[in-house]
């Protein structure tokens, strides 16, 4: 279909929307292109259905972490239901529909799933119209860390092995990603790889939901398999014919690819008739959650060198590559494509390290709260009179250790209450600035999201250890706001731009100033140095 022809013009008031499903639920926004967002809401997963869904996965205990597609499909319609009932806007003057998910999970589907995409009864709901329509009852998440032997067979695939992976996809092979974990899929004996007629993932599952027909997967969440060639932006032809020894039919089984901007088509039928959207309204494809989270905060440029660490139970690190980055040297960080311009690619660190680590110090020393910790903190000087340590309490991913490596140094004791908190703060700051130097230019300031972002203590010692200030922002759920400022962008790129939107929907909030950079020079180079001979010593290094 001609691009014009999709070009939504119902009304002149036009608003765009995004839908995003996690690990815990789904949430939405509806955004005015010169007002802002509007209205949101969310669904969990554990109240909505107390008594299938637990907190939205289950934890098989080998490794495993499932999730039901059905549990999407129903808080889906319980999304719309709220978009449908909100008294803020009129359903009808949504002109574009964008989404994200959570990255790496799959939804294996028989070929009944499109047959009945297309013929769905608006009478009925569609989690009782599709419910015999998957391969296989369950999709792997992201928190999957089952399929070591698989990422090992997958470093085969090409003649340099991991690195020659690295190379091509952008990622070691690793874990989480749907590469390894399809390959597990198709090993089992349980006949799902037999039933299957297309792999989807989450993201492209939901915009299919929307969409009436199965829908291509956008590059940025294809990007988390360890299949997709980010300069070529395609299925690696190399490593789906390695991959189809292990997966037979894999380039058949896995779904199109396609820019974040290019829109899919209208809006199914079912959907206007069983919610009330108008019958132009267009859809995007679904992005993965991070790329639209980190535009959500405002990130489009990568000349302005912004970081953005969000600080949940793992601590992600995310920006814009400079131009020609397509791997981690180290091979510990990954690159994704970015939903912004083409060719451009994104960096992510991740690392489980950050506020666990925390944690641990803070239960060993049995501080009942946060408010507790940053009084320790208070009472301790930046740079900690030379102590400090270590606390790579478990297994990182960034930098890589097979083993948890606890070291204290300088005088330091783990009986030093005060002492040891602020060391692990310092800890985990310093970390990020020795591994993050092959995300290009030094940060220019940061954004802290995620629910550890909301402790100023915290973020104060980071931004000294950075030499650069930290800002806390206000905008709310960063994803489902990056796909609003993506659907808007995408139907009117020359009137939206990503300068407008942001502007009106990215507020960078209260700012943290660093006050103590300047004591930090000798402590970071002794704790690099001793970092550098632990993970030698444990058979990494930082270089």
């Known amino acids: 279909m001609e691009a014009n022809v999709l070009r939504p013009a119902h009304c002149t008031d036009a608003l765009g929307a995004a839908i995003a499903i996690n690990s815990q639920g789904c949430s939405w926004q509806v955004s005015h292109p010169d007002l802002g967002p509007i209205d949101r809401g969310e669904v969990s997963f554990a109240e909505a259905f107390p008594d299938v869904a637990g907190k939205g ?60 995409l297309r013929k769905l009864d608006p009478c009925r709901t569609m989690a009782e119209q599709l419910r015999d329509a998957f391969a296989r009852p369950w999709s792997t998440t992201w928190m999957n860390s089952s399929t070591a032997d698989d990422c090992a067979a997958f470093a085969d695939y090409l003649p340099g092995g991991a690195a020659d992976i690295a190379a091509v996809t952008g990622s070691m092979p690793t874990p989480r990603f749907f590469g390894p974990a399809l390959r597990a899929i198709a090993r089992m004996e349980c006949g799902y790889w037999g039933r299957c007629r297309k792999v989807l993932l989450i993201s492209n599952f939901g915009a299919s939901l929307l969409l009436g027909r199965v829908a291509p997967l956008d590059y940025s969440d294809a990007s988390g398999g360890n299949v997709l060639d980010l300069r070529r932006r395609c299925w690696s032809p190399e490593i789906l014919a390695a991959f189809e020894k292990d997966a037979p039919n ?99 660190n991740t690392r489980r390290n950050a506020t666990l680590a925390l944690e641990a110090v803070k239960h060993r020393h049995r501080i009942a709260n ?94 000294d250890v950075a030499g650069v200030s930290f800002f806390m922002p206000t905008t709310g759920d960063s994803v489902v706001n990056g796909g609003c400022i993506r659907a808007m962008h995408s139907v009117a790129p020359m009137t939206y731009t990503w300068e407008y939107l942001t502007a009106r929907h990215c507020e960078p909030g209260t700012e943290i100033k660093p006050q103590s950079s300047g004591v930090y020079g000798d402590l970071k180079r002794m704790f690099e140095v001793s970092l550098d001979q632990a993970l030698a010593l444990h058979g990494r290094s930082t270089s």
């Open 250 to 348: 894999i380039a058949v089984l896995l779904p199109d690819v396609v820019a974040s901007d290019q829109i899919l088509g209208r809006l199914s039928p079912y959907l206007v008739e069983r919610f009330g959207f108008h019958p132009s309204t267009l859809v995007l494809p679904w992005a993965g959650d991070n790329a639209d989270s980190l535009l959500g905060v405002g990130v489009f440029d990568p000349k302005r060198c912004v970081r953005v660490i969000s600080k949940g139970t793992s601590e992600t690190e995310f920006c814009l590559l400079p131009p020609g980055t397509y791997c981690d040297p180290t091979g510990a960080g990954s690159v994704f494509a970015a939903v912004t311009e083409a060719q451009q690619n994104m960096g992510i």
């Open 57 to 116: 996965w289950l934890d098989c205990g080998t490794g495993d972490v499932i999730t039901a597609p059905m549990l999407f499909v129903e808080a889906l319609e319980l999304i719309l239901k709220q978009m449908a009932e909100s008294k803020r806007f009129s359903i009808q003057k949504i002109s574009c529909l964008a989404g994200a998910a959570q990255q790496h999970g799959q939804v294996l589907v028989t070929p009944a799933f499109g047959e009945r």
């Open 370 to 463: 946060w408010d507790e910790f940053s009084e320790c903190l208070h009472r301790t000087p930046p740079a900690n009179h030379g102590k400090y340590m270590i606390g790579l309490f478990r297994p990182e991913i960034v930098p890589r250790t097979s083993v948890p490596i606890v070291e204290y140094h300088g005088g330091l004791t783990n009986e030093q209450t005060d002492a040891e908190v602020r060391a692990i703060v310092e800890s985990t700051a310093m970390i990020r600035q020795i591994h993050n130097c092959w995300m290009g230019p030094p940060a220019a300031l940061y954004l802290a999201t995620g629910g550890g972002s909301v402790n100023r203590e915290i973020l104060q010692v980071e931004a």
